[in-house]
Antibody, heavy 115, light 113 residues
């Protein structure tokens, strides 16, 4: 069974940093692009970033370029999102999702940016 | 960027009756490989999104056959043949033909009358 489990969410002050993780199991992690998608409270879905199977290509939505970094460790079956210079508008539930077709999603990690 | 526009925003439906959600893209979603990468997701209250349909009309494993997807080019539709109580939630379309960025529609809330 495919499982994606996010962790590392929490409360952070504006301008601060946070790293969230996604632990994958039930499939060959190194065979898939992986994505981060966020959902602001009561709002819709926004794709944030993705990373190629071997980590050689990474793409970001314009609003996070230069502030967020996506990475992966295929030996640990894990996906990461390093978020720096956080803003109030980054407050959201962050989901990891498998593949460019987003076939499977985790349960999400809540990131709250507030003073 | 490809803009995905869903309608209606809200869809009150009587149990057992059909429902239809429209999704339109700002440009054709036909990929150079011949596929059309248009997916539909369901998000029940308090849950993560779940993919229902991929590449316009292919149902994911475990998805009831009352859900169907259709369309081509820039116009797509998700239909529920007979709405059940468990279908309440928000439905999103997403294109993954022209990226980055991958883009979602704004969502359609299905509720029971």
């Amino acid at each position: 069974e495919v499982q994606l489990v996010e962790s590392g969410g929490g409360l952070v002050q504006p301008g601060g940093s946070l790293r969230i993780s996604c632990a994958a199991s039930g499939f060959t992690f190194s065979n898939y692009w992986m994505n981060w998608v966020r959902q602001t409270p009561g709002k819709g879905l926004e794709w944030v970033a993705n990373i190629k199977e071997d980590g050689s290509e990474k793409y970001y939505v314009d609003s996070v370029k230069g502030r967020f970094v996506i990475s992966r460790d295929n030996a640990k079956n894990s996906l990461y999102l390093q978020m720096d210079s956080l803003r109030a508008e980054d407050t959201a539930v962050y989901y990891c999702a498998r593949g460019t077709q987003h076939a499977h999603w985790g349960q999400g990690a809540l990131v709250t940016v507030s003073s | 960027d490809v803009v995905m526009t869903q309608s209606p925003l809200s869809l009150p439906v009587t149990l057992g009756q059909p429902a239809s959600i429209s999704c339109r893209s700002s440009q054709s979603l036909v990929h150079s490989d011949g596929n059309t990468y248009l997916n539909w997701f369901q998000q029940r209250p308090g849950q993560s999104p779940r993919r229902l349909i991929y590449k316009v009309s292919n149902r994911d494993s475990g998805v009831p056959d009352r859900f169907s997807g259709s369309g081509s080019g820039t116009d797509f539709t998700l239909k529920i043949s007979r709405v059940e109580a468990e279908d309440v939630g928000v439905y999103y379309c997403m294109q993954s033909t022209h990226w980055p960025p991958l883009t979602f529609g704004g969502g359609t809330k299905v509720e029971i009358k």
